[in-house]
Nanobody, 115 residues
């Protein structure tokens, strides 16, 4: 059993910053990949950023240069620092952890960016 718990969402003005955190707990102690996805109303869930255990990262083009993903392997946490937020970043953000082909998801945290 794996639980992912996100925190840090909220309301921010355009140009502002937010920091999302996700803590994993349960029977898996090391995830090869952890990341963040987001889903805006009426749209599909899309990758925002991903990081593997060795530290390699990947980002959606829309957030490159603004968002930074990091992880603490010892604590099984992943963090998303979001700067220069735009209204189009408004979405529910989900933490995802991948282990042996299985995707584990958090319940999501809402980020709202006002113009």
């Amino acid at each position: 059993q794996v639980q992912l718990v996100e925190s840090g969402g909220g309301l921010v003005q355009a140009g502002g910053s937010l920091r999302l955190s996700c803590a994993a707990s349960g029977t898996v102690f090391s995830f090869p990949a952890m990341g963040w996805y987001r889903q805006a109303p009426g749209k599909q869930r899309d990758l925002v950023a991903d990081i593997i255990s060795g530290g390699t990262t990947m980002y959606a083009d829309s957030v490159k240069g603004r968002f930074t993903i990091s992880r603490d392997n010892a604590k099984n946490t992943v963090t998303l620092q979001m700067n220069s937020l735009k209204p189009e970043d408004t979405a529910v953000y989900y933490c995802r952890a991948l282990f042996r082909g299985i995707h584990y998801w958090g319940k999501g945290t809402l980020v709202t960016v006002s113009s």
